[in-house]
């Protein structure tokens, strides 16, 4: 290629997030619609044969992408308490789920069904009698 050798440690780390590798055992077709100093070798646009399915998708045309947790997976529990209990949480979808306002004085509500305490640590849980037919439990916690 005629390249400076300072070129070959820009793009050894490129290739890290796609492949997992450096550039090196990477071949030329996985990465030439996205990286430079291909001009002259009279690629058209689109895919080619011989070009894996990784390289594959950088040409062909992409659904919009519909959705993902900003916040990881505490948007997951956020559903899981809105869902468990009722009017804890503003919303109905996953989307609105990131940003809604939560109400936490209903989360130990003495009238809930299930009740979640954020400044308490459960240590042991056990049913009040015979575990079959028990109409309770024995809630321990840890210190605050």
Sequence with gaps: MKVSPEVIPFYQKRTHGLYGVGI???????????????????????????ISFTAYAVHVPKQPYDYHFPDGNATIARILVRELVPGSMQGTTAEDSVTA?????????????????????VVQVKDIGNPGTSKGVEVAYGPR
């Design 24 to 50: 090196d055992p990477v071949g030329a077709l996985e990465v030439w619609p996205a990286y430079p100093g291909f001009q002259g070798m009279n690629l058209g646009p689109g895919p080619t044969k011989r």
């Design 101 to 121: 306002k939560d109400d936490n004085s209903k989360l130990d509500h003495p009238e809930s069904r299930i009740r979640i305490r954020l400044s308490r640590t």
